[in-house]
């Protein structure tokens, strides 16, 4: 109910944060903070005396009216008493919000994931105003990590001069101060009565406004409470379970008929919301165009701060790559059907496969864990067979994954980008079902052999009689040539790019360690093997090498072998290119 209603009217919903929405960070309340000062005092003062210092523990207010300046206990006073300049105070200060480099390695004083998903919410328009009570910078940090543009309100006396609420794009008012600006109000004195400022501020938001509260037990902040009681409210009010559980809270819940929120904590509260928002998004927003598509991903591929829409755009279109693929079963096994079938999972895969070639194409190698993710997508799905039975309709399920990992290949090797096809090739993984614990990589289970029959392929109705030397090879290349055309990449080099994709993921295939269980093949063949592919080495005709080895061999004297020193191992470039060479004699045709 509550994210259908924060969907449904985008910015009409406030926050009210508590303590406990900073919780998870290890950020110390007010109160405690304040003990934590006395006790500071308390051993500055009589550094000897284990007994004040206990009292000044037990009971800080005892202690404080005893040894303090006359004043009533809180953080002026105290910080007057314990740090005479501005500056000494706010480095006294800093120690409770500021991380150390334990307090980081720890996660501790650093934006909670409430905070990010808040700031996620705030990047969506869905919530502009937030309210806090605490004195922290967290929710600001998140909301700049985001990309947010806000405001912010900590001083009654601000308000004059602020952006209305209406006209900013996020206000974030910290009704107690901010614990740079050492103005804070936190003694039960302070918080029975608020500036006219705030009530203002805080009536119009109450009244204006629905509202999520969270973190807050409404057990000290009288003026607040009462602000919150007086305003009629024309929207829904809701409340954490954690949180709502005093009898100023219940009471408040009664008057204005408000709903508890069932939430382990804030982090629990505000990720579910900002993920069931983003549902509902999804769900209403129509399908993209390929032409959208690739406008969209054009615009976040260089925007650090577009990384999750980016992720979300290639991501959600390899779900539905799967979705599709589940919905089109093949209807026979006769070769007609089988023809028709292959197409049909093109089709579904085709909107994917536009994204992974424009993509790659356009990265700077930022994102190459997004186009492994994409492959991985497609391998994740459930399957009853293992991978070498290739003859019935379960094969073709990796068909999809095969399709993507082979357009992301020909773009990266078009582009000079082997550290890219080389982790497209041993990053995604298939976790063999059958054999627990036994896990291979795309290299071997998208092997040719393992997706597509060189004998059914060869038969296919759309040849008209067959007779391709490497069918498979010549399949993909003549089933993906729309693609690539679509796409802008050189006609006149692709069947060459094509060529040079099935050399190099041959020479991983290769070069990968063997190991128990690993579904291994001889490096895939194809037509970059075939007989008029095969020139002299250098200026012999003793020995002759594949056309794409001549290519694979300019890139790297031009660009180095960097890309493939992992795979070496510390072997020789040369020697193992040498005994590659020897295998994929055996391919060799000559018709």
């Not at 051993?43 to 206990?54: E, F, G, H, N, Q």
């Not at 598509?293 to 829409?309: G, V």
Request: with cysteine; glycine share 6%; hydrophobic share 40%.
């Amino acid at each position: 109910m509550l994210a259908t209603g924060i969907h449904a009217q985008p910015g009409v919903y406030a926050l009210l944060l508590g303590s406990g929405a900073s919780r998870s960070a290890g950020i110390s309340t007010g109160w405690e903070i304040v003990q934590h000062l006395v006790q500071k005092t308390a051993a500055a003062a009589a550094p000897d005396d284990p007994d004040s210092l206990a009292w000044a523990t037990n009971d800080p207010e005892a202690w404080w009216a005893e040894h303090g300046d006359g004043e009533p206990l809180g953080y002026s006073s105290l910080l007057a008493a314990i740090a005479p300049s501005s500056a000494a105070r706010q480095g006294l200060m800093a120690e409770y919000f500021i991380p150390t480099e334990e307090d980081r390695d720890a996660g501790r004083k650093l934006p909670t994931a409430a905070h990010n998903a808040i700031a996620e919410l705030a990047r969506g328009g869905w919530v502009r105003v937030i309210v806090t009570t605490n004195f922290d910078r967290l929710m600001e940090q998140a909301l700049e990590a985001e990309g947010v543009a806000y405001q912010v309100i900590s001083r009654a006396t601000a308000t004059a001069a602020a952006t209305p609420l209406a006209h900013a794009a996020t206000t974030v008012i910290k009704l107690h101060g901010d614990w740079a600006d050492l103005e804070f109000r936190n003694t039960v004195d302070e918080l029975e009565q608020y500036p006219d400022e705030w009530i203002d501020l805080l009536t119009k938001v109450f009244n204006e406004y629905g509202l999520l509260i969270s973190g807050w037990s409404a057990e000290w902040d009288k003026a607040l409470v009462d602000a919150l009681e007086a305003t009629p409210r024309r929207y829904p009010l809701y409340w954490d379970s954690r949180s709502s559980k005093s009898d100023t809270a219940k009471n408040v819940l009664r008057l204005h008929g408000g709903h508890v929120v069932t939430a382990a904590h804030a982090d629990d509260l505000f990720t579910s919301l900002a993920s069931s928002v983003e549902a509902l998004t999804r769900l209403a927003e129509p399908p993209l165009t390929t032409a959208m598509s690739i406008a969209r991903l054009k615009r976040a591929l260089p925007d650090p701060l577009r990384r999750i829409e980016l992720r979300d755009l290639i991501l959600d279109n390899a779900r539905s790559v799967n979705e599709r693929v589940a919905a089109r079963p093949l209807a026979s096994n006769d070769l007609k059907s089988i023809d028709e079938h292959l197409d049909s999972l093109l089709e579904a895969a085709r909107p994917l496969l536009t994204l992974l070639m424009q993509g790659v194409r356009y990265d700077d190698g930022t994102h190459t864990t997004l186009w492994v993710q994409a492959v991985q997508l497609l391998l994740d799905k459930p399957t009853r067979q293992k991978p070498q039975m290739v003859q019935t309709s379960d094969a073709f399920r990796n068909m999809p994954a095969l399709l993507a990992l082979r357009v992301a290949s020909i773009e990266a090797v078009a582009d000079g980008k082997d550290e890219v096809l080389i982790a497209l090739l041993t990053r995604p993984h298939w976790d063999d079902p059958f054999h627990p614990g036994r896990s291979v990589v795309a290299a071997d289970v998208l092997h040719l052999v393992n997706v597509l029959d060189d004998q059914v392929i060869n038969r296919l109705p759309r040849w008209g009689g067959g007779g391709w030397v490497y069918p498979n090879s010549h399949f993909l290349a003549d089933l993906l040539t729309g693609v690539a055309v679509e796409n802008d990449t050189d006609h006149a080099r692709y069947s060459e790019y094509c060529e040079d994709v099935e050399f190099r993921t041959g020479f991983v295939q290769y070069l990968l360690p063997s190991y128990e269980g690993r579904y291994r093949h001889n490096p895939a063949a194809g037509n970059f093997v075939h007989d008029y592919r095969w020139k002299p080495v250098g200026k012999s005709w003793d020995d002759e090498a594949p056309e794409s080895e001549k290519r694979f061999r300019e890139q790297v004297a031009r660009f180095g072998a960097e890309p493939w020193a992992e795979l070496l191992a510390g072997r020789e470039l040369e020697i193992e290119l040498s005994s590659y060479r020897e295998v994929l004699k055996g391919y060799r045709r000559f018709t």
